[in-house]
Each structure stands twice: as C-alpha cells, then as structure tokens.
T-cell receptor
Framework: DTGVSQDPRHKITKRGQNVTFRCDPI?????LYWYRQTLGQGPEFLTY????????KSRLLSDRFSAERPKGSFSTLEIQRTEQGDSAMYLC??????????FGSGTRLTVV | DQQVKQNSPSLSVQEGRISILNCDYT??????FLWYKKYPAEGPTFLIS?????DKNEDGRFTVFLNKSAKHLSLHIVPSQPGDSAVYFC????????????FGTGTLLAVQP
C-alpha cells in the first residue's frame, strides 16, 4: 500500500492551454474522488467514480473539465482552455471498505 | 451556501493545554461527520469521525463531540503538542451511495512550545 499518488505535484500553464492530471488510487479501493481546493477554502467535491463508472459530477465541473477512470484503476482529470480561475489544488482520494478516504498530496495548478 | 462552517480561521494554544476546534452545520440530513488534518503541501489525512447517532467519540488524545440539536460539533485535542500544528477541516457526509464530503473552510491550529 503506497497510498494515493498524484502526478504532477505542480503545474504552471498559460491561460488557454489544456492540462491533464493523473491519480493512482490505492489498488484495492473501488471508489475514487476528485476535489478542488482554493485558497482559504476547504476541498470542494468535483466528481466520483465507482470502479470505471463516473456516477456523480458537481456543477463546479464545467464542460471544460473531463475525468476518466479507464478499467477502474488510475484516473485522469483534464481541463481544456484553462482560465485563471482554475488555479487551485486538485486533490484525488480513494476509498474502499472501512477507514474512509485516503487523499493524495494533490496537484497544484497555476494558470498564468 | 456554506453548509459546513468553521468560524475561527485560526487558533493558538500552549503546548500541553487543550485545543478546541468548532464546526457548525446547517443541513440536518448529514449523518456522519469527520475531522481531517492537513499539513502544507500534503493532502488531508483522516483524524476521527462520529456518526449522527452518537454524541461523543474518543481516540487517544482526540475527542469529537456532536450536539445535533445545536447542529454543532467540536474536536478536542488534549494535551496539545507542537506536531498538532496544522489546518483542521470539519467535513460532513449525507450518507447514501456516494460518500461525498462537504468540507468547512478550515481552522489553522498553532501549538506553541
């Protein structure tokens, strides 16, 4: 059990570019979540996967955002045509059985 | 529409004393509450939780109290240690299939040696 791994840890991109983040959950966890945290706020729910099925999406997840979890293993979160308001920490968490969520260390996105 | 509120952005406590972090919520449908601790440049880590059918849960130095009638919960840390210095988030869960969490804005705890 190496925990939840997120890559990259930091990403600086120019406005209008596309970015993709990856999350590798704990291998036996079938639930995977994406959250976003902006300065001074708590994490906000973006989307949830049960295995490979995306079962819920927040209204925060505009049509520029897309998430996938092929084969129910790792997940990717893509943001197209990034805007300065997308600058945030993107957190991935996985869950399975008892013990609640395990969060990764996050990907900090800065849009300049 | 902040359903989970942590009204104290920061708290400073002397080492060895009790730290009390507070959280209020507005939605009576929440049935499970959790506290997470977050160090800079790391993701939140789970600390302790409580079901809505209980009013207290204790784990070592950490105790969470739930007052459903007041829609209020608190986290007590005693004795406080410098390593407890971190941001503490309160979170609530509706239950059901998703286990989606609603987080408060966090309280920065500083434990002074």
């Amino acid at each position: 059990d190496t925990g939840v791994s997120q890559d990259p840890r930091h990403k600086i991109t120019k406005r209008g570019q596309n970015v993709t983040f990856r999350c590798d959950p704990i291998s036996e966890h079938n639930r995977l979540y994406w959250y976003r945290q902006t300065l001074g706020q708590g994490p906000e729910f973006l989307t949830y996967f049960q295995n490979e099925a995306q079962l819920e999406k927040s209204r925060l997840l505009s049509d520029r955002f897309s998430a996938e979890r092929p084969k129910g293993s790792f997940s990717t979160l893509e943001i197209q045509r990034t805007e300065q308001g997308d600058s945030a920490m993107y957190l991935c968490a996985s869950e399975g059985g008892q013990g609640g969520y395990t969060f990764g260390s996050g990907t900090r996105l800065t849009v300049v | 529409d902040q359903q989970v509120k942590q009204n104290s952005p920061s708290l400073s406590v002397q080492e060895g004393r009790i730290s009390i972090l507070n959280c209020d919520y507005t939605n009576s449908m929440f049935d499970y509450f959790l506290w997470y601790k977050k160090y800079p440049a790391e993701g939140p880590t789970f600390l302790i939780s409580i079901s809505s059918i209980k009013d207290k849960n204790e784990d070592g130095r950490f105790t969470v109290f739930l007052n459903k009638s007041a829609k209020h919960l608190s986290l007590h840390i005693v004795p406080s240690q410098p390593g407890d210095s971190a941001v503490y988030f309160c979170a609530a869960d509706y239950g059901g299939a998703t286990n989606k969490l609603i987080f408060g804005t966090g309280t920065l705890l500083a434990v002074q040696p």
